[in-house]
Each structure stands twice: as structure tokens, then as C-alpha cells.
């Protein structure tokens, strides 16, 4: 396999309410980038992630796994953390080793208490975070309600894609970011009337976070002036590694809508191992932080042990 540098590498914790969809996201982001050449499903028992036969008679993640995306020249680590909270352990060693979470809740209309937990879980962990609402195009689906009540929350949420639907279904996004709209085919296309004024509303908040992270920011902030693509860029890696922002999109990970521009966020905004927060460690008894360097000697941590049934028996 190639070898990554480390701003070419992202580990990334899928976390969220149980029957969210994360285990569904895995796969399709690496059906999408072709490193599986089959969409399995878990009804099916045929996903990747969940192989464990318990987890295949039962329909649910029962333990974390480890699968990769590669795109864009990147190697984005997949660790796929059930959502029970008997297994909240799992949550938490994945956090350990991750460099960002995406936390995965569906458009239900309400914030979740799993939802709630790994948000606040990153925050205390110091772990940045995308949330990826999913199935908004599923019968029943509020979008508008789900990102109302994650706000209401947690006020540094801000969305920074919102999607076109027409008929029930999602045809297109619009990109807060970039002031406009585009089909799922990645075409721009004309910016609907009625996103106008949410649009202009998270446009703002967004560029207002963005201005905390620097203080010639903020006196452009102040002063009227628009930001340049580079200081926009800089200035939200800032604001995620320091919890000021996280950013909100959207998708439906079982028909792979809005997966590549997920996988596109996480190369161009998520933090990769050296942008991400210290590590703690022992040496010679005393706490010590370890940043990630590639420089330096090596040292990892271990975050998962599986013990083989059948080592040994034939």
C-alpha cells in the first residue's frame, strides 16, 4: 500500500445515536472511493464493519471497527463505533485514537440522547466534529426540525450545506460556504428563493466564528470586509480544532447521497494527526503530552484487542 504523509491522513470516529446509519455511512464511503467493491447491508448481514457473528444475527454493531476510505490522494481511517450505550466504552476508545469524529443522527425532527452524548463527549475529549444528518430524504424525515434542535443545544453547530429537495427526495445542496447550490452531480445551479434567508443567516454566523479565530479577522469582521478563500480555509481549521465551529451537513448514506462531499469535508476542513489534539502518555512515571510528529520516534497507542476463538485449534 502506499505510503501517507501525515497531512494526507485522516482518522475519523463515526459516533451517534444506535440505528443512526454510521455502519451504512462506512460502506458507502468506501463504495464510493471503491475500496469495497460490493454495498453490503446490515438487514442483509453483509456489511463490512459488522462480520462478528453476533453482530450479524442481531442487526446491530456490538463492537468497533476499522475500515478505509482513500480519496483525493488521502487515507481516511474509518472506525465504526456501535451506538448502544452498553458499548459506550467503544465510543471512547475510538476518541482516543481518532483526530475528528463524524457524529451520524438521522432527520428526525429532535435531537437524540446518543446524538447529545457524543457531542458532548467530543467537546470534553477535546475531538473535533461534523455532524452528517442522514436520511433526509426518508418518508416522514424533518430536516429543518433536526438542525433546530441540535442548535438549540449546542450554539457552536452551524450547517454548512443544506438540501434541495423536491418530491420528497434530495436532488441538489446549498453551499453555505461557497454562496451557492449544486446538483448531486456536483453542477451549479441557481440558488432556490426560498434558501435565500438561511443562506444569508449560517453565511453569517459561519463568517463570525471565523473572525473569533484571529484578531485582524475580527476587524475585518467589523470593518465590513469579506474574507479571502485563504483566510476562510485557515480560519475554519481553526475554529474546529478549537471547538468554536462545528460545521452541519447533510445526506442519505443508503442511496449515497452527499457521501463524496462529506469525503470532500473531511479532506479539506477535518484536522489530520498533527493538527489534532496531544496525546497523554507515562514516561518514567510522570504525565507527559505527545504531539504527532513524524519526525520523531515512533510511538502508538492501542485502542482495540480482539482475541482470536479458533487461535490455536488447528
Known amino acids: 500500500m502506499k505510503n501517507f504523509k501525515t497531512d494526507f491522513i485522516r482518522n475519523v470516529a463515526l459516533i451517534g445515536h444506535s440505528g ?10 468506501m463504495f464510493e472511493t471503491k475500496c469495497i467493491d460490493r454495498f453490503g447491508k446490515v438487514d442483509d448481514g453483509t456489511s463490512t464493519m459488522d462480520y462478528d457473528p453476533e453482530e450479524i444475527n442481531r442487526k446491530i454493531s456490538i463492537s468497533m471497527s476499522l475500515g478505509y476510505a482513500l480519496y483525493r490522494d488521502c487515507k ?3 472506525l465504526d463505533v456501535p451506538g448502544f450505550f452498553d458499548f459506550e466504552g467503544e465510543m471512547v476508545a475510538a476518541l482516543h485514537a481518532a483526530d475528528s469524529a463524524v457524529v451520524v443522527t438521522s432527520a428526525s425532527g429532535s435531537l437524540t440522547v446518543g446524538t447529545e452524548k457524543a457531542l458532548e463527549m467530543c467537546a470534553q475529549k477535546k475531538t473535533a466534529a461534523l455532524i452528517f444528518v442522514n436520511a433526509v430524504d ?6 429543518d426540525g433536526t438542525v433546530e434542535a441540535i442548535m438549540a443545544k449546542f450554539k457552536s453547530v452551524v450547517p454548512i450545506e443544506l438540501p434541495i429537495m423536491e418530491g420528497g427526495k434530495m436532488n441538489g445542496v446549498v453551499d453555505v460556504l461557497a454562496n451557492k447550490a449544486f446538483d448531486l452531480q456536483g453542477k451549479e445551479i441557481a440558488v432556490p428563493a426560498s434558501f435565500q434567508s438561511k443562506l444569508d443567516e449560517y453565511n453569517g454566523k459561519l463568517m463570525e466564528m471565523i473572525a473569533e479565530t484571529d484578531e485582524d479577522l475580527m476587524m475585518k469582521f467589523f470593518d465590513g470586509e469579506a474574507f479571502t478563500p485563504e483566510e476562510i480555509q485557515k480560519g475554519l481549521h481553526a475554529a474546529i ?13 443508503q442511496t449515497s447521497k452527499g457521501v463524496k462531499r462529506l469525503l470532500d469535508k473531511l479532506v479539506d476542513i477535518m484536522p489530520h494527526p498533527e493538527r489534532a489534539h496531544k496525546i497523554g502518555a507515562t514516561l518514567n512515571g510522570e504525565h507527559v503530552e505527545v504531539a504527532v510528529d513524524a519526525s520523531k520516534p515512533f510511538s502508538a497507542q492501542v485502542i482495540k484487542a480482539i482475541v482470536d476463538q479458533y487461535v490455536g485449534k488447528f
Do not use: Q
Open 241 to 253: 480544532a478549537d471547538d468554536i465551529f462545528i460545521p452541519l451537513v447533510a445526506g442519505n448514506a
Open 20 to 29: 443512526e446509519g454510521k455502519t451504512t455511512l462506512a460502506e458507502a464511503m
Open 76 to 78: 481516511i481511517n474509518i
Open 138 to 143: 426518508k418518508e416522514n424525515s424533518d430536516f
